[in-house]
């Protein structure tokens, strides 16, 4: 069964500070999204990871993809206010009946 | 030892008919959410329940009603089916209430529905 570990769950971060939020997964796969979550709202997609050493940036975010480590990561660069939000990973089970499994999320708060 | 669990996992129908999806959480966590997945995989939140009261209702049409028979559970209702249904549906939970704070979620494995 296709499982999904992010880590960490909860980040605080002062805002101009770099961090890096990880997601696992345990089963071949070789598309990975990154969602943004902001409180009680839809799950909007900030990227789509197709292959092996794909990396996409978009503002202060950098998302990597490494199939073989079946690891992907998310890199924040200088903070600011406006980046905290829950974010999700999840993973396409392509080669599992295509189910598509989620992330628990990482909460980031940016403070002042 | 599932956490969120949804049956069916494939649901096909036809336009017009009335078809449920169910989804458990065995987590404690006091709040359960539904997710409609459009074709870009773009994920929209359609209702939370938190304590058997429900607390977003984003427009989505009458038809689609949410049931939380306990807190446990948070059941899906969609009447006359049409073609634009057809879509991935995702059930969550979480501890909190989303307007407090978003919470981490945990998803279910997501239901796939076809309206032929």
């Known amino acids: 069964e296709l499982k999904v570990e992010q880590n960490p769950l909860f980040l605080s971060m002062q805002e101009g500070k770099n961090y890096t939020i990880y997601c696992n997964y345990s089963?071949?796969?070789?598309?990975l999204y990154w969602y943004r979550q902001d409180p009680g709202k839809s799950l909007e997609s900030l990227f789509v990871l197709l292959s092996n050493g794909a990396v996409k940036q978009e503002g202060r975010l950098m998302a990597s993809l490494d199939t073989k480590a079946r690891l992907s990561t998310l890199h924040i660069t200088a903070a600011v206010h406006d980046l905290s939000a829950t974010y999700f990973c999840a993973v396409d089970g392509i080669y599992n009946n295509n189910d598509m499994r989620f992330g628990a999320g990482t909460r980031l708060t940016v403070k002042p | 030892d599932t956490a969120v669990s949804q049956t069916p996992k494939y649901l096909v129908t036809q336009m017009g008919n009335d078809k449920s999806i169910k989804c458990e959480q065995n987590l404690g966590h006091d709040t359960m959410y539904w997710y409609k997945q459009d074709s870009k995989k773009f994920l929209k939140i359609m209702f939370s329940y938190n304590n058997k009261e429900l607390i977003i209702n984003e427009t989505v049409p009458n038809r689609f009603s949410p049931k939380s028979p306990d807190k446990a559970h948070l059941n899906l209702h969609i009447n006359s089916l049409e073609l634009g249904d057809s879509a991935v549906y995702f059930c969550?939970?979480?501890?909190?209430?989303?307007?407090?704070?978003?919470?981490?979620?945990?998803f279910g494995p997501g239901t796939r529905l076809t309206v032929l």
């Open positions: 969550a939970s979480s501890q909190d209430s989303p307007l407090v704070n978003t919470d981490t979620q945990y």
């Open positions: 089963t071949t796969s070789d598309r």
